[in-house]
């Protein structure tokens, strides 16, 4: 007779087999050169891919390593293209205030009035010319990459140089830099310890004059789009098609019937070219300064309190572990809101309000970026 084979009978034949494996009688385990080998592959494993540094934000970094790559990569190849679109955007809306604002103001304004538009809108102008030349042209400042004596507080993993306090590296320009703030795109270039006035100058500028154009330009933006909308409403009734709703001026007119008793003017291609540039100049230069004025205002906060956008970052996570300690973290370069703004536009006395603030100056800020001072400058307030 066959001997059939049970599921029991098959479980204990398998605890047999791997009772005699194993070395000891006290639970599973498997043999000693089972062990040795799974010990040297776990611990060239270690080898490969961890280190005592590593943590979660190490793995997440090596994840996204990449598309960070990637993305840098973009950003390298069209900074030009960002710098281009910055001076053609703002070329087209000075074509359209000297071609088509200027002369009617001209016609149209009393003298004391229109002096004051010429001397503002060209002061600003120049404000924001000077400005971003300066921020697109001036590098931010770098670490020496030979040896030195400078204080340092870590060493760059990919310069494999000493970082001075404030000092990051940037994946876009792949070099250190001090007082590092942020890439910009639109400069094509670092905002750093050398060029951070000049970034923040060009912003605070360039958002005035883009309020100055939205404030100036509106009575024409609302006669310009309704002359559009006119033209519109005759060019469809024309056509026969019905018209309702095509602006505030011919919205509950009846279908066959204009806002003249007498046939409108003509409005040729030069009226209708002046109205779209005007209405194109409004709607730019009002998103911008809705835009600009917010990031502006960010880093005018920022400055207030003796950090960059880095820092920011850092200082918050630093705050948060102190707070667990029972400490109370205290930002070493925050010197109060008056002297850091002295500090970072590069006043010393009274006069530079206007000649370093209000009109184009290319002087230096305090400090070389290596070294940073408890207090840089006076503690007694310049009278304002």
Same mark, same amino acid.
């Given at each position: 007779? &066959? $001997? @059939?084979? =049970?599921?029991?009978? +098959?479980?204990? /034949?398998?605890?047999?087999?791997? !009772?005699? #494996?194993?070395? &000891? $009688? @006290?639970? =599973?385990?498997?043999? +000693?050169?089972? /062990?040795?080998?799974?010990?040297? !592959?776990? #611990?060239?494993?270690?080898?490969?891919?961890?280190?005592?540094?590593?943590?979660?934000?190490?793995?997440?970094?090596? !994840?996204?390593?990449?598309?960070?790559?990637?993305?840098?990569?973009?950003?390298?190849?069209?900074?030009?293209?960002?710098?281009?679109?910055?001076?053609?955007?703002?070329?087209?809306?000075?074509?359209?205030?000297?071609?088509?604002?200027?002369?009617?103001?001209?016609?149209?304004?009393?003298?004391?009035?229109?002096?004051?538009?010429?001397?503002?809108?060209?002061?600003?102008l120049v404000m924001i010319?000077?400005?971003?030349?300066?921020?697109?042209?001036?590098?931010?400042?770098?670490?020496?990459?030979?040896?030195?004596?400078?204080?340092?507080?870590?060493?760059?993993?990919?310069?494999?140089?000493?970082?001075?306090?404030?000092?990051?590296?940037?994946?876009?320009?792949?070099?250190?830099?001090?007082?590092?703030?942020?890439?910009?795109?639109?400069?094509?270039n670092c905002v750093g310890?050398?060029?951070?006035?000049?970034?923040?100058?060009?912003?605070?500028?360039?958002?005035?004059?883009?309020?100055?154009?939205?404030?100036?330009?509106?009575?024409?933006?609302?006669?310009?789009?309704?002359?559009?909308?006119?033209?519109?409403?005759?060019?469809?009734?024309?056509?026969?098609?019905?018209?309702?709703?095509?602006?505030?001026?011919?919205?509950?007119?009846?279908?066959?019937?204009?806002?003249?008793?007498?046939?409108?003017?003509?409005?040729?291609?030069?009226?209708?070219?002046?109205?779209?540039?005007?209405?194109?100049?409004?709607?730019?230069?009002?998103?911008?300064?809705?835009?600009?004025?917010?990031?502006?205002?960010?880093?005018?906060?920022?400055?207030?309190?003796?950090?960059?956008?880095?820092?920011?970052?850092?200082?918050?996570?630093?705050?948060?572990?102190?707070?667990?300690?029972?400490?109370?973290?205290?930002?070493?370069?925050?010197?109060?809101?008056?002297?850091?703004?002295?500090?970072?536009?590069?006043?010393?006395?009274?006069?530079?309000?206007?000649?370093?603030?209000?009109?184009?100056?290319?002087?230096?800020?305090?400090?070389?970026?290596?070294?940073?001072?408890?207090?840089?400058?006076?503690?007694?307030?310049?009278?304002?």
């Amino acid at each position: 007779m &066959r $001997r @059939r084979w =049970c599921p029991g009978s +098959l479980v204990h /034949l398998l605890r047999w087999m791997l !009772l005699r #494996l194993c070395p &000891r $009688r @006290r639970g =599973c385990q498997l043999p +000693l050169w089972m /062990l040795k080998i799974q010990a040297y !592959l776990k #611990l060239l494993l270690h080898s490969l891919f961890y280190n005592s540094l590593t943590d979660s934000n190490v793995v997440f970094d090596s !994840l996204f390593e990449p598309l960070l790559w990637t993305v840098d990569y973009l950003t390298r190849s069209f900074g030009l293209v960002f710098v281009w679109m910055v001076v053609v955007l703002t070329t087209s809306i000075l074509l359209v205030a000297y071609i088509v604002l200027l002369p009617n103001a001209l016609r149209t304004y009393p003298t004391a009035w229109l002096v004051w538009h010429l001397c503002y809108g060209h002061w600003n102008l120049v404000m924001i010319v000077f400005h971003y030349y300066k921020a697109v042209k001036t590098a931010p400042g770098h670490p020496p990459s030979e040896k030195n004596d400078i204080p340092f507080v870590s060493v760059c993993k990919k310069c494999v140089i000493p970082k001075p306090a404030r000092a990051h590296h940037c994946g876009i320009c792949n070099r250190c830099i001090l007082k590092m703030d942020h890439h910009c795109p639109w400069l094509n270039n670092c905002v750093g310890h050398l060029n951070h006035r000049y970034f923040f100058s060009f912003c605070v500028f360039m958002t005035l004059g883009c309020i100055y154009c939205s404030l100036s330009g509106r009575i024409r933006f609302l006669a310009a789009y309704n002359a559009l909308e006119r033209f519109k409403h005759l060019e469809m009734e024309k056509a026969g098609v019905p018209v309702t709703g095509m602006g505030p001026l011919i919205g509950l007119l009846p279908t066959g019937q204009t806002d003249y008793a007498t046939p409108a003017p003509p409005y040729s291609f030069k009226e209708k070219i002046m109205d779209k540039g005007i209405i194109y100049m409004w709607v730019l230069t009002s998103t911008v300064a809705v835009v600009l004025g917010i990031l502006t205002t960010w880093h005018a906060l920022l400055i207030s309190r003796g950090e960059t956008s880095i820092e920011r970052h850092t200082n918050s996570k630093e705050k948060s572990r102190m707070k667990r300690m029972g400490q109370v973290y205290k930002n070493p370069f925050n010197y109060g809101k008056l002297h850091n703004w002295k500090v970072f536009l590069g006043v010393e006395k009274r006069s530079h309000w206007v000649t370093r603030v209000l009109l184009p100056s290319a002087h230096l800020p305090f400090g070389d970026g290596l070294t940073w001072d408890s207090y840089p400058i006076k503690k007694e307030p310049i009278l304002v």
